[in-house]
């Protein structure tokens, strides 16, 4: 299994802390957000290589991240050209390009390169590997209104997804995607496809809604923390609670 973390964004909305740095290398509570992404990837099994996607402003400073990191033999850093917000590739774009550059042909798990969470990768995995589709991870946020920020997800009793809005402006679940998905080898088809027919190619919800009517994806619900870095608020609240957690 091949493992991409998505960090080809430029982070404006935290900005000025993102003018020059990426937000994936940012710290919280003392580590980087792509340290402890890693983290949660070494106990699965099955993988052997990470590849993260970047762009050309943030490459170096990938470069010179994995060069200092105990896994540096199994991870690549792929530079998507992008150089600003205006001109970048989007997150579906970014999976498609290292599919293809990299010829992968083997089953992938996608972790988008802003995420904090605890949720048990052993379990999501077991639950991913035992469907016969793409599987989604999920949290319910519990409120309505917040919902407006996510891509929202209902499920049926089988877990399977009947709906994926991305940010809806009447949402009808509190479950969000929070970034994490399994893709099968046998699906990764469908992300050509995807690519060639679409313009939308920045969220991958945009992707996952258009899959659960092609074909069969499922929500893996966590009771876990989850911290969606999207703004310095919310940044700031990650911060202070894995500081104040590993004191």
Request: aromatic fraction near 12%; proline fraction near 3%; hydrophobic fraction near 40%.
């Amino acid at each position: 299994m091949k493992v991409i973390i998505l960090a080809a964004g430029y982070a404006v909305r935290l900005q000025p802390l993102t003018l020059n740095m990426p937000k994936s290398l940012l710290r919280v509570g003392g580590r980087t957000i792509i340290d402890r992404i890693l983290d949660t990837v070494i106990g699965i099994k099955g993988w052997d290589r990470v590849y993260v996607v970047t762009n050309d402003k943030f490459f170096d400073k990938f470069d010179s991240w994995v060069e200092t990191n105990p896994l540096k033999d199994k991870i690549e850093i792929i530079n998507d050209g992008s150089t600003t917000n205006d001109n970048r590739l989007g997150a579906i774009k970014d999976m498609e390009l290292v599919i293809t550059s990299k010829m992968i042909d083997d089953d992938i798990l996608v972790i988008a390169g802003d995420n904090l969470f605890e949720l048990n990768m052993a379990d999501f995995m077991e639950f991913a590997r035992s469907k016969d589709g793409v599987s989604v991870a999920l949290y319910d946020i519990g409120n309505l209104e917040l919902s407006k920020n996510y891509g929202v997800v209902r499920v049926n009793e089988d877990r399977k997804v009947i709906e994926f809005e991305e940010k809806p402006q009447a949402p009808k679940s509190t479950l969000a995607s929070t970034g994490i998905y399994y893709f099968p080898k046998n699906k990764l088809p469908f992300i050509e496809k995807y690519v060639k027919m679409h313009s939308k190619l920045d969220a991958p919800g945009y992707y996952i809604g258009w899959l659960s009517k092609e074909d069969k994806v499922y929500g893996f619900r966590f009771l876990e923390d989850w911290y969606d870095i999207g703004s310095i608020e919310s940044y700031n609240k990650a911060d202070h609670n894995y500081t104040e957690k590993e004191k």
